[in-house]
């Protein structure tokens, strides 16, 4: 077949994926129970098609993710954790449209040791092709960029060894850093790529509203707690376009929702070259939410 430099990726595809990416915050503090009912009104009002929650529950036979799925009306969510709480565990919750793979773990250490991050992976069996879904919890300490530099590092490598190149790739969660920061520039093009030829889009920056898109804000009373500065610290980001264009971001937003789900605010993505759907301003929680052109639907 002969390259058309006027059409590189052949006929777009018009079909769209909706993800949304949060970092939920478990069940701690008095109020878990009055936050899971925002976060899930939160969640639904988005429309998504994958969900990826990090510091997500598991409690006996019961998952925030079994929940979520529960109000979505979708079939597909599982757990991966082991992070042992107060009487629940702490992980990753996967909602899905399609059917997913098992999830597979794998932790995220420094060389000699530190850190405790993790990212887990699932196959996710859209309807117009295969996405590899990543989602991803990096060390927490403001002064630990090394130690998640090493972990971004672990995260390529997961994805090249995971990934069929020929697949749509979507990796998002809490990375804990800025997007000025070295960690997020291995994976953005903007220095020595983790894994060689190794490039993503940040969804927020192609895609947003042209804010910052904070998902720690000090609007949110949950996270002023930490007398921290705004920062966004989650994202949804996707590798270089595949046949079609799928991967191509069309939308983005992060949320400010009326009730507190989280410490975060939830952001949103949205894929494949379509029109943008609209957006609106829901209750606060950490959510990213973004649409891209990929496996998805009509």
Same mark, same amino acid.
């Given at each position: ?6 059409? !590189?990726?052949?006929?777009?595809? =018009? ?28 969640? *639904? ?8 929650? #990090? ?18 009306? %979708?079939? $597909? $969510? ?25 999830? =597979?773990?794998? !932790? ?5 040791? +530190? ?5 887990? $992976? ?7 092709? +295969?996405?590899?879904?990543? #989602?991803?919890? /990096? ?28 697949? %749509? ?7 804990? *850093?800025? !997007?000025?920061?070295?960690? /997020?520039?291995? /994976? #953005?093009?903007?220095?020595?790529? @983790? ?11 192609? *895609? ?13 009373? /949950?996270? *002023?707690?930490?007398? %921290? ?9 996707? @590798? ?7 991967? &191509? ?17 939830? &952001?949103? &993505?949205?894929?494949?070259? #379509?029109?943008?759907? =609209? ?20």
């Amino acid at each position: 077949m002969s390259f058309d430099p006027l059409a !590189p990726y052949g006929p777009v595809i =018009e079909s769209t994926v909706r993800v949304v990416t949060w970092n939920v915050w478990g069940r701690f503090g008095a109020d878990w129970e009055g936050r899971q009912a925002g976060l899930e009104a939160a969640v *639904a009002a988005a429309a998504p098609d994958l969900v990826c929650l #990090t510091e997500s529950w598991r409690q006996a036979g019961v998952t925030q993710a079994g929940l979520v799925a529960g109000r979505l009306g %979708l079939d $597909h $969510h599982c757990f991966a954790g082991d992070w042992e709480q107060d009487g629940w565990v702490s992980g990753v919750g996967l909602v899905s449209r399609w059917p997913m793979s098992e999830p =597979e773990r794998r !932790p995220l250490r420094a060389p000699d040791g +530190a850190g405790a991050g993790v990212a887990v $992976h699932v196959s996710v069996a859209g309807e117009r092709g +295969a996405i590899q879904l990543f #989602t991803v919890l /990096l060390d927490y300490p403001l002064g630990a960029s090394g130690i998640r530099q090493a972990q971004v590092r672990q995260l390529a490598e997961f994805v090249a060894e995971t990934a069929p190149r020929r697949d %749509l790739v979507v990796v998002c969660g809490d990375f804990n *850093a800025g !997007p000025d920061s070295d960690e /997020l520039r291995m /994976l #953005t093009g903007r220095s020595a790529s @983790a894994v060689p030829g190794m490039v993503f889009y940040d969804a927020w920056e192609v *895609a947003g509203d042209g804010s910052p898109g904070f998902t720690w804000s000090n609007r949110n009373p /949950l996270a *002023a707690l930490g007398l %921290l500065p705004d920062r966004r610290f989650d994202y949804i980001l996707s @590798a270089w376009p595949r046949r079609g264009g799928a991967g &191509t971001r069309c939308d983005a937003r992060c949320s400010a929702c009326g009730r507190p789900g989280s410490s975060r605010f939830p &952001t949103t &993505t949205g894929w494949w070259p #379509t029109s943008v759907t =609209e957006r609106r301003r829901e209750g606060r929680v950490g959510r990213f939410v973004s649409q891209l052109g990929t496996g998805g639907r009509g």
